[in-house]
């Protein structure tokens, strides 16, 4: 079952049974921000997938990058059609394959950061065209707010992959949170992380392991059932 953010919140305290006057709404707000992030850090999930086409600039090797990006997953050039991937390398490789920026058909790409805003990645050859190209990416994950605010990063949303589709995971990730913060008691904090980590691993199970399948290729995941063999059996009795 979905949650609201008001929900989440209002869970928290009579949870903890601590009000308003500590567990403020910004604190609160501050829990939630740090759970979606660590576990942003933990899962690579199917919606925080995105891909952002542009055009590259005849002659600059600079590509800028979305703002709402975390991890460059590849970068793709197209001509005519034809999808090519560039192949990551680092700086130094880059500065020794192309010390002079000649141009050509774009190969190889690095991360570049050209200014404390924005992130580049440089590619080399310097791109000859005016060719399309497409950034696969992992975004900053969106953020459970009370009101959407599509201009800020992280994107504020009242509704969230997590809050939708993993409620238990951002709960129990809050509460942890909040023990930490309250300093105690311990065995809460244990239980809530023990809770947390189970919530974690089936939701790991879910977005890297269930749904990176096909069943028509890989077959259905089996669990091995022991039965033990008629010799066994008779030894029992």
């Not at 920026?101 to 200014?115: C, E, L």
């Amino acid at each position: 079952m979905a949650i609201t953010y008001t929900t989440l919140i209002a869970k928290i305290r009579n949870y903890t049974e601590v009000d308003s006057t500590v567990l403020t709404d910004a604190i609160c707000d501050e829990f939630i921000l740090d759970t979606e992030t660590k576990i942003s850090k933990a899962v690579d999930c199917n919606s925080d997938r995105k891909q952002s086409t542009s055009t590259f600039v005849k002659d600059n090797r600079y590509v800028l990058l979305p703002n709402d990006i975390l991890i460059v997953r590849s970068v793709q050039h197209i001509a005519s059609g034809t999808r090519t991937f560039l192949q990551e390398r680092d700086l130094s490789f880059i500065s020794e394959y192309n010390p002079g920026d000649s141009s050509g058909t774009p190969k190889y790409w690095a991360h570049w950061h050209r200014t404390n805003q924005d992130q580049y990645v440089l590619v080399a050859p310097a791109p000859s065209a005016a060719d399309e190209c497409q950034v696969n990416y992992i975004r900053i994950p969106e953020h459970l707010y009370s009101s959407d605010d599509t201009g800020s990063i992280p994107q504020k949303s009242t509704k969230t992959y997590l809050s939708t589709r993993a409620t238990d995971l951002l709960f129990y990730g809050c509460m942890v949170e909040v023990y930490g913060f309250l300093k105690g008691p311990l065995d809460m904090y244990k239980l809530y992380e023990d809770k947390y980590n189970r919530e974690l691993q089936a939701f790991v199970l879910e977005q890297m392991g269930r749904r990176r399948r096909g069943e028509y290729t890989s077959g259905v995941p089996r669990i091995p059932v022991p039965s033990p063999s008629p010799e066994q059996w008779r030894n029992m009795k």
